[in-house]
């Protein structure tokens, strides 16, 4: 819409990027602070185009003028004006105000007044912290990296599919799913007389329609929400996240490495490139030095070292840690960032876990007790990557299967992929908000995405 006839509307950022001064433009945004002289007054409008605000200057004689003593913090406005080099120092241009609209009033309760706020009190203010320079940073580097994930998977010739979100299995056999259900409270009671007929949930992953799809389409991936319902209120975990899970037939656990060490850094350098500006606030305010590390995920292969090398550098690091470190036992999060942090000072994979901490279709290695699986470790998060070369054998499927106490029948078609045209194939899972902690040094993944979904917690 626009609020005034004859003059084209532009973002903030395209008129602050602007070559030339332009004259008789609309724009239109919410107030970020207010100064007023005697016969003028600044306005910092900021549209969330950019980081930015564009500071207008409305004269007592603009059409509008009037409002002013009602455009507080918070308010929309839609303005006239033309674009004219500024007069103030730190920013190019001006926006000198001739008609002025409020479209908007925000009462004096608006809670982003000048002052800093803490991340914590944010968190309860989830339906305006977006409109504060941190969180406006934080989710345009979000849409700009959900792009460029999406480029780089279509140059490598990978189609994005769609794979259900309700399903009946569960892919990665931790029980930690959320039921999905239509039943009444004291209505039915068993699954007959549910909505699908039987046990329904939200997907924890979409890996096994994907490997379907890799038998088909060759290379694909998937990039959607995720549901666990583990019950562990950490700064890493949340109940509903994205994650983007590439497959890929005849593909070996080293093509999956390469694979994701590729994804990273060419979304990392994406956001380098894109996001200049609005990383820069993260490096600034949150942590220092920060360009510096992204810069150096970028130019290296990221060290590849098997799971019992990983546990011997542990015991070796002579570190106490809460969990002590021993063959059979998954890594804890402390000894993923020992590993990345101090020993390697880079993100590592470590590869060929033993089979008893992994999922049932991660193929087997010739040892019998490892599988073909690959985490890679990032400093600052962990885990952020979680993949595997897949069991492609019918029998040892089964008997992996039969091992882990799963029964079979619910798994029909995933077994029909291994009886018809079966081949090598791998894929991994990449939690993206924890690819937007590594990126933006946010330690807490509530953070990173909007609305959050945790424990306790679903406001919003
Ligand atoms: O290691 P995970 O559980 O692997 C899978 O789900 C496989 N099906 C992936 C595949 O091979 N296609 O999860 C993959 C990644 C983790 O490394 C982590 O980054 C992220 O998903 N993740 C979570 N992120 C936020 N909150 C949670 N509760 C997460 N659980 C996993
Ligand atoms: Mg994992």
């Given at each position: 819409?626009?609020?005034?006839?004859?003059?084209?509307?532009?973002?903030?950022?395209?008129?602050l990027?602007s070559?030339?001064?332009?004259?008789?433009?609309?724009?239109?945004?919410?107030?970020?602070?207010k100064r007023?002289?005697?016969?003028?007054?600044?306005?910092?409008l900021?549209?969330?185009?950019?980081?930015?605000?564009?500071q207008?200057?409305v004269?007592?004689?603009a059409k509008?003028?009037?409002?002013?003593?009602d455009?507080?913090?918070g308010?929309?406005?839609?303005?006239?004006?033309?674009?004219?080099?500024?007069?103030?120092?730190?920013?190019?241009?001006?926006?000198?105000?001739?008609?002025?609209?409020?479209?908007?009033p925000?009462?004096?309760?608006?809670?982003?007044q000048k002052k800093r706020?803490?991340?914590?009190y944010?968190?309860?203010m989830?339906?305006?912290?977006?409109?504060?320079n941190?969180?406006?940073?934080?989710?345009?580097?979000?849409s700009?990296c959900?792009?460029?994930v999406?480029?780089?998977f279509?140059e490598?010739?990978?189609f994005?599919?769609?794979?259900?979100?309700?399903t009946?299995?569960?892919?990665?056999?931790?029980?930690?799913?959320?039921?999905?259900?239509?039943l009444?409270?004291?209505?039915?009671?068993?699954?007959k007389?549910?909505f699908?007929?039987?046990?329904a949930?939200?997907?924890?992953?979409?890996?096994?329609?994907a490997?379907?799809?890799?038998?088909a389409?060759?290379?694909?991936?998937t990039f959607?929400?995720?549901?666990?319902?583990?019950?562990?209120n950490?700064?890493?975990h949340?109940?509903?996240?994205w994650m983007i899970?590439?497959?890929?037939?005849?593909?070996d656990?080293s093509?999956?490495?390469?694979?994701?060490?590729?994804?990273?850094?060419?979304?990392?350098?994406?956001?380098l490139?894109?996001?200049?500006e609005?990383?820069?606030?993260?490096d600034?305010?949150?942590e220092?030095?920060?360009?510096?590390?992204l810069n150096?995920?970028?130019?290296?292969?990221?060290?590849?070292?098997?799971?019992?090398?990983?546990?011997r550098?542990l015991?070796?690091?002579g570190?106490?840690?809460?969990f002590?470190?021993?063959w059979?036992?998954?890594?804890?999060?402390?000894?993923e960032?020992?590993?990345?942090?101090?020993?390697?000072?880079?993100?590592?994979?470590?590869?060929?876990?033993?089979?008893?901490?992994k999922?049932?279709?991660?193929?087997?290695?010739d040892?019998?007790?490892?599988?073909?699986?690959?985490?890679?470790?990032?400093p600052?998060?962990?885990?952020?990557?979680?993949?595997?070369?897949?069991?492609?054998r019918?029998?040892?499927?089964?008997?992996?299967?039969?091992?882990?106490?799963?029964?079979?029948?619910?798994?029909?078609?995933?077994?029909?992929s291994?009886?018809?045209?079966s081949t090598p194939?791998?894929?991994?899972?990449?939690?993206?908000?924890?690819?937007?902690?590594?990126l933006t040094?946010v330690?807490?993944?509530?953070?990173?995405?909007?609305?959050?979904?945790?424990?306790?917690?679903?406001?919003?």
């Amino acid at each position: 819409m626009n609020h005034f006839k004859n003059s084209p509307s532009f973002s903030v950022k395209e008129l602050l990027s602007s070559s030339s001064s332009l004259p008789q433009v609309t724009v239109r945004g919410w107030i970020r602070t207010k100064r007023d002289s005697r016969d003028f007054s600044f306005l910092e409008l900021n549209d969330g185009s950019c980081l930015a605000n564009l500071q207008v200057v409305v004269q007592s004689t603009a059409k509008g003028y009037d409002l002013i003593k009602d455009i507080t913090t918070g308010s929309a406005v839609a303005v006239e004006g033309d674009l004219v080099e500024s007069q103030g120092r730190g920013q190019a241009w001006d926006l000198k105000a001739k008609n002025l609209v409020l479209t908007g009033p925000a009462g004096a309760d608006y809670p982003l007044q000048k002052k800093r706020q803490t991340d914590e009190y944010l968190r309860e203010m989830a339906h305006v912290r977006a409109r504060t320079n941190k969180y406006g940073a934080m989710f345009r580097i979000r849409s700009e990296c959900a792009w460029a994930v999406h480029r780089f998977f279509r140059e490598k010739g990978f189609f994005y599919v769609h794979t259900p979100i309700i399903t009946g299995s569960d892919a990665e056999g931790a029980g930690e799913m959320f039921r999905v259900t239509t039943l009444k409270e004291g209505g039915g009671t068993s699954f007959k007389d549910d909505f699908f007929g039987q046990y329904a949930a939200l997907t924890v992953s979409g890996q096994l329609e994907a490997e379907l799809l890799a038998h088909a389409l060759g290379r694909v991936y998937t990039f959607g929400p995720a549901f666990r319902a583990e019950n562990s209120n950490t700064a890493r975990h949340a109940a509903e996240f994205w994650m983007i899970e590439p497959e890929a037939a005849f593909f070996d656990l080293s093509d999956d490495m390469s694979l994701a060490q590729n994804l990273i850094q060419s979304v990392v350098r994406f956001a380098l490139n894109e996001c200049a500006e609005d990383l820069a606030l993260f490096d600034r305010f949150i942590e220092q030095g920060l360009l510096d590390r992204l810069n150096g995920l970028l130019y290296s292969d990221y060290p590849r070292i098997p799971y019992a090398e990983a546990i011997r550098i542990l015991t070796d690091s002579g570190r106490k840690f809460e969990f002590s470190p021993f063959w059979g036992a998954d890594l804890a999060t402390e000894h993923e960032r020992f590993l990345c942090e101090e020993h390697f000072k880079s993100p590592v994979i470590v590869f060929d876990y033993p089979k008893t901490i992994k999922p049932f279709y991660m193929r087997l290695n010739d040892d019998g007790q490892t599988v073909a699986a690959m985490d890679l470790l990032v400093p600052k998060v962990g885990e952020l990557v979680g993949g595997s070369q897949r069991e492609e054998r019918t029998e040892v499927l089964l008997s992996r299967m039969a091992e882990l106490g799963l029964k079979t029948e619910p798994y029909w078609w995933y077994l029909d992929s291994r009886r018809w045209g079966s081949t090598p194939h791998a894929g991994f899972g990449l939690g993206f908000e924890r690819f937007l902690m590594m990126l933006t040094g946010v330690s807490n993944i509530r953070d990173v995405i909007p609305f959050p979904r945790t424990p306790k917690n679903l406001a919003f």
